[in-house]
């Protein structure tokens, strides 16, 4: 009985700082906004609304949380590895444009192929963009959180230079853009409702890196590097490639993402998919403590608070970066609270 | 005939990366400088790059408001004390990694300006006014070249002030005490965790500074594409520069002639590729740090407390 008892504590302990974080960041936003004469407690109650209050507003957050499922991913796998990443948007915009070529190179085929070939496109060109960081860090001790930073400045340079450039079909004319997929090649939704397959891709591919870390040589491996590199040294464990490969899968992750956002939503690449999603992944990466299955709920919930954005903007006239105030005092509320839990300090 | 023009456009362009190097500078040299403080004291803040979206955000709305581009930068100033307060705050809390919360600071301080911001996209606000060194000339491209703004003098006088303190005052002492050997500065007496507030703060100072000359001066509006990554990369120049205030000085006007090169070729008609030339700053942070930074070994200069040069 006290077993189990201990045993549920534990299970709900990590999410007492997670709660109070949460209502901080809540009671934050609510006093910036009534500082500037907004009515704050309706805006909370229309974040609820807009986030999970109706079935429309359930898809919008679900259809959201599918690539801050991935982009996440590309936050939590190298930081089991001891690498703090934050250039998720870059290997996203590099793995859509990676993606969006595919269906010009293989015109005739069946969708199937195409679309699988697409992913790998995008998972292989996020991956190896992710993995340049770990490979400076490791061959010449770069700081990889701001290498990855600066690579994913480049990679959206790359990408705004050829989609407005080679790459760019000559009939987009206002908005620069690829040529439109054949609607064929297009993933559509989940049977019965709105929101597309790539939530499915999302939480299979948490649920991936989850079995990954936690029941595998590989993350036991990835876990020591990051834990302690010189112990994984002695150990005669390849740290090298060890990180080179923990940030391969996660920018994959991300590139994904970006396969996503072109196969799913945008029909073509194009500067609309920068919207932010390999800097909201951060956050909910930090927010799930860097554990797949968390991500999942951290996602539903980041993806909520964007998909809130477009009721405030209507209803309370609100500017649109009012999402992003909130998701900020969220992390900073987050890291604060960090300071309450019982384990030992943690270097990511 | 054709040599001489192009002995004529390639001087044009040198003069177009040199006014573009002493204008891209500023903001680099500013917020190079305030990291050099923070980092001097043991901590890094990697949300400069939010300190200064934010301080050009506010230093454009003070402008508008008051009339006066100086409130402006004061106000822009004051800004980045805020953040950098809470940044030090947090990071002085148990537990709490000074990266994290560089990052959250990062996107916090960038989603704050933008919200607020959303009026001051449209209006005009005064601009800082900008010195001619080059009246000595009657040639247009070497005067607009050398038209200056009165930050860049004020920045560089900083960095000759702050060389000379670190070494040689009573703070700059103790400052790099802190950052040395944290358990021999509590020995002696000083107070640890207020002067790495302090120098956060005084950092978060010079970033907002930095952010008000790219809303006040050069670029010259508020818009919210308006820092790309400048406060990032002058984190990584400090790194580049050994903490010498000197040093970051003169690594500012390099970073500001590889940022003006985009802009200068266009000037000179070439505008394939301005994408690609735009992203010359961030390669060549990437290739300096490549070559400033030994694997497996503290670097020279470092200080002793800064845990991410550690390895």
């Excluded at chain 1, 599918?66 to 190298?78: F, H, W, Y």
């Excluded at chain 1, 939530?199 to 040589?217: E, N």
């Amino acid at each position: 009985m006290d077993a189990a008892m201990n045993r549920a504590m534990r299970a709900v302990a990590p999410l007492a700082p997670f709660t109070a974080a949460a209502l901080a960041a809540a009671l934050l936003f609510a006093a910036f906004l009534a500082a500037q004469g907004f009515e704050a407690p309706e805006a909370l109650g229309l974040v609820v609304e807009g986030a999970f209050g109706s079935a429309f507003a359930w898809q919008n957050t679900l259809a959201r949380a599918a690539p801050l499922m991935l982009t996440a991913l590309c936050v939590a796998l190298p930081a089991r590895a001891g690498l703090v990443i934050i250039g998720g948007e870059g290997a996203l915009a590099l793995g859509a444009l990676a993606a969006a070529m595919v269906p010009s190179l293989t015109a005739g085929w069946p969708a199937l192929p195409v679309q699988l070939l697409m992913a790998l496109a995008g998972f292989v060109a996020g991956g190896a963009w992710i993995a340049a960081s770990a490979w400076l860090r490791h061959v010449r001790g770069i700081n990889e959180t701001i290498s990855s930073l600066l690579l994913s400045y480049i990679g959206i340079a790359l990408f705004n230079f050829l989609v407005e450039g080679v790459l760019r079909d000559p009939a987009s004319l206002n908005k620069p853009s690829t040529p439109p997929l054949p609607d064929a090649v297009l993933i559509g939704p989940l049977p019965g409702l709105e929101v597309h397959w790539g939530l499915v891709w999302g939480v299979l591919a948490c649920a991936a890196a989850w079995f990954l870390l936690r029941r595998t040589v590989f993350g036991f491996s990835v876990g020591v590097v990051g834990g302690n590199p010189r112990a994984a040294l002695m150990a005669g464990l390849p740290v090298g490639a060890l990180l080179i490969a923990a940030c391969f899968l996660g920018g994959g992750a991300a590139g994904v993402a970006g396969m996503l956002e072109v196969a799913a939503v945008h029909g073509s690449a194009n500067a609309s998919l920068l919207a932010g999603y390999g800097y909201a992944g951060i956050l909910v990466s930090f927010a799930a403590r860097h554990n797949p299955l968390g991500i999942v709920a951290g996602a539903i919930l980041v993806g909520g608070i964007g998909a809130s954005g477009s009721l405030l903007q209507r209803r309370l006239d609100l500017p649109d970066a009012a999402v992003l105030v909130l998701q900020g005092a969220l992390f900073v509320a987050l890291l604060a609270f960090e300071t309450l839990n019982r384990k030992g300090a943690r270097r990511v | 005939m054709s040599e001489t023009t192009d002995g004529l456009a390639f001087g044009s362009l040198a003069l177009a990366l040199l006014g573009g190097a002493l204008r891209v500078s500023t903001p680099f040299l500013f917020v190079s400088l305030g990291e050099c403080i923070t980092e001097k004291s043991g901590r890094i803040n990697l949300g400069l790059e939010g300190t200064l979206v934010l301080g050009a955000m506010g230093g454009y709305g003070v402008s508008l408001l008051t009339g006066s581009p100086w409130l402006g930068v004061l106000a822009a100033g004051l800004c980045g004390v805020l953040m950098g307060l809470l940044h030090g705050g947090l990071c002085s809390l148990p537990k709490v990694n000074d990266i994290a919360v560089g990052i959250a600071l990062m996107l916090f301080g960038t989603g704050l300006a933008f919200f607020l911001g959303k009026p001051l996209i449209q209006p005009q606000a005064p601009m800082l006014p900008s010195v001619e060194l080059g009246a000595w000339s009657d040639n247009e491209q070497v005067r607009s070249a050398l038209r200056i703004n009165v930050l860049l003098p004020v920045g560089l006088a900083l960095a000759g002030l702050l060389h000379w303190a670190f070494r040689a005052s009573r703070w700059g002492l103790a400052l790099r005490l802190v950052g040395d050997n944290a358990a021999a500065a509590r020995a002696l007496g000083y107070p640890v965790v207020p002067i790495r507030i302090g120098a956060t703060a005084a950092g978060g100072f010079l970033a907002g500074v930095g952010g008000a000359f790219l809303s006040l001066y050069y670029p010259g509006s508020w818009n919210e594409g308006l820092s790309s990554g400048q406060g990032l990369m002058a984190v990584a120049l400090v790194i580049f520069a050994r903490w010498s205030p000197l040093r970051c000085a003169l690594a500012a006007l390099l970073f500001g002639a590889a940022g003006a090169l985009g802009p200068a070729l266009q000037s000179q008609g070439i505008t394939a590729g301005y994408y690609l030339f735009n992203a010359a700053p961030y390669v060549l942070t990437l290739a300096l740090m490549a070559a400033s930074w030994t694997p497996g070994q503290t670097l020279a200069g470092a200080p002793g407390e800064l845990s991410f040069t550690q390895r």
